[in-house]
């Protein structure tokens, strides 16, 4: 096993303990955050809302909040992790390693996006509990899954460098990734918006991670979900090119 690979291993094995070893702070908000989602918004709200696009809101809703907890995490999970590091300077460790920029940024994406993919399923079971849930296209789901936790991970690496202080983190997540996520198509249908409307909501990523995730659960999309697909995966490895070249400089890591 060459170097890098050992190194890789060690660093994602680290990372990913780092939050399974802490369910209380990563699991289990996610949980008490949805059952009151899909207590609020599926049962008593959906009670007197009609069908959109021949489902049932609850289930409607559904793909959009799972979509929510997996970027959220995934997010939170590198920026947080990027941050910390910086903070308490074991960030140094892998940077004076052999590892290259690009094992390090691969640890750092993969053990957040694992994270988010983890919430992701936790978020579908919960769904489960007050609608019956199903996958229409197994490939697309798994696919859309994987890019768009890689994506806000990625994104998180960025963030987390950027920061200056804990206060960052919290902006970035409440006033920039939330609003993105709820003008996403999570509780309303595109075609429910004026045309202008519609038109301007398309350069919103989000609309094409729900309407993704959507059409791998219930088979429904209001944009053609392979082009989705090709525009997310695009933008995904953009991200991490862009993190490894910001590990290079030493953006954020240097004093």
Avoid at 12 to 39: G, K, M
Avoid at 48 to 53: G, H, L, N, S, V
Avoid at 79 to 107: C, D, K
Avoid at 125 to 138: E, Q
Wanted: cysteine-free; hydrophobic content about 55%.
């Amino acid at each position: 096993m060459s170097i890098d690979t050992t190194g890789f291993v060690t660093l994602l094995r680290r990372e990913t303990l780092r939050f399974l070893r802490r369910p209380r702070n990563t699991f289990i908000p996610a949980f008490i955050t949805n059952v009151l989602y899909f207590s609020v918004f599926g049962v008593i709200l959906g009670e007197r809302i009609d069908q959109i696009a021949g489902v049932e809101y609850i289930l409607f809703i559904l793909p959009g909040l799972v979509v929510l907890g997996a970027i959220s995490n995934a997010f939170e999970n590198a920026s947080f992790t990027i941050f910390h590091g910086r903070w308490n300077r074991y960030i140094e460790e892998p940077l004076t390693s052999p590892l290259s920029y690009q094992t390090m940024v691969g640890a750092y994406v993969l053990s957040s996006a694992f994270r988010g993919l983890i919430v992701a399923v936790l978020v579908a079971i919960i769904g489960a509990f007050f609608t019956p849930v199903g996958v229409a296209h197994i490939g697309y789901l798994l696919s859309f899954g994987i890019v768009i936790t890689l994506l806000f991970a990625s994104l998180g690496v960025a963030g987390g460098l950027w920061a200056d202080d804990f206060d960052d983190l919290t902006m970035m997540n409440q006033f920039i990734l939330r609003p993105l996520v709820f003008f996403g198509g999570v509780f309303y249908s595109l075609n429910e918006l004026p045309p202008l409307l519609q038109q301007v909501s398309l350069v919103n990523p989000m609309i094409y991670m729900v309407n993704g995730v959507r059409f791998g659960f219930l088979g429904v999309s209001e944009v053609d979900p392979g082009i989705s697909l090709l525009i997310l995966t695009v933008m995904t490895l953009a991200v991490v090119a862009g993190d490894i070249i910001l590990f290079q400089r030493g953006y954020g890591l240097a004093d």
